[in-house]
């Protein structure tokens, strides 16, 4: 089947670093990704809507210059942490669909300390 | 409004016996149901999916779950739970008016006792 894939699946960094994560459709093709943050023991919360050939599209209360997106061809979109804070500290989930709205595809996550 | 709802946070079964997860969805819209799981530190995985077809979906584990428009309901069943189901389970929606994007509800915590 589709497989989307995260790396890193593991970062640690300081404070104020800059933090880029990679989302890779790797047998599709992918116009809209999907960047999802995850705290412990909570649900799947949206971020933003990744648009290739045009910019994100991102939901209420998520930061555009904290969390850059960049959907850089029909199989990659990155998501840059900015000047990273402990409280961005979090589980980083993509999605990709296919087929439309009845499949998405998700990565296996990037989880991200920022000490 | 657009929503999912998933009713429990936490179930605890005992093995052997039946499992069933709560989900309700509120929209003017056709949804298209998922049910998801995730096991520690390990990625999401589809369970199922109702995309306007039958309304009983079989799944992946001896899952399945029942489409009830009339109750927006989407409950996740299973008649005998093993310790592998323990997990968090995840109901989502997406909606004939915003595409691709999916809705997660809250999560259900799955314990099973031996």
């Known amino acids: 089947g589709a497989v989307v894939s995260q790396h890193p699946s593991w970062v640690i960094c300081k404070s104020g670093t800059s933090v880029k994560i990679e989302c890779r459709s790797l047998?599709?093709?992918?116009?809209?990704m999907f960047w999802y943050r995850q705290f412990p023991k909570q649900s799947l919360m949206l971020m933003a809507t990744?648009?290739?050939?045009?910019?994100?599209?991102?939901e209420q209360g998520v930061e555009k210059d904290k969390f850059l997106i960049n959907h850089a061809s029909l199989t990659l979109s990155t998501l840059t942490v900015t000047s990273a804070h402990p409280e961005d500290s979090s589980f980083y989930i993509c999605?990709?669909?296919?087929?439309?709205?009845?499949?998405?595809?998700f990565g296996p996550g990037t989880r991200l300390l920022v000490l | 409004a657009q929503s999912v709802t998933q009713l429990d946070s936490h179930v605890s079964v005992s093995e052997g016996t039946p499992v069933l997860l709560r989900c309700n969805y509120s929209?003017?819209?056709?949804?298209?149901l998922f049910w998801y799981v995730q096991h520690p530190n390990k990625g999401l995985q589809l369970l199922l999916k109702?995309?306007?077809?039958?309304?009983l979906v079989k799944g992946i584990n001896g899952f399945e779950a029942e489409f009830k428009k009339s109750e927006t309901s989407f409950h996740l069943t299973k008649p005998s739970a093993h310790m592998s189901d323990a997990a968090e389970y995840f109901c989502?929606?997406?909606?004939?008016?915003?595409?691709?994007?999916?809705?997660f509800g809250t999560g259900t915590s799955l314990t099973v006792i031996p």
């Open positions: 999605s990709a669909p296919l087929g439309g709205r009845e499949t998405q595809y």
């Open positions: 047998d599709f093709q992918a116009t809209t």
């Open positions: 990744s648009n290739e050939g045009s910019k994100a599209t991102y």
């Open positions: 929209s003017s819209y056709s949804p298209s």
């Open positions: 109702y995309t306007s077809a039958a309304t």
């Open positions: 989502v929606v997406s909606f004939s008016n915003t595409g691709n994007q999916f809705y």
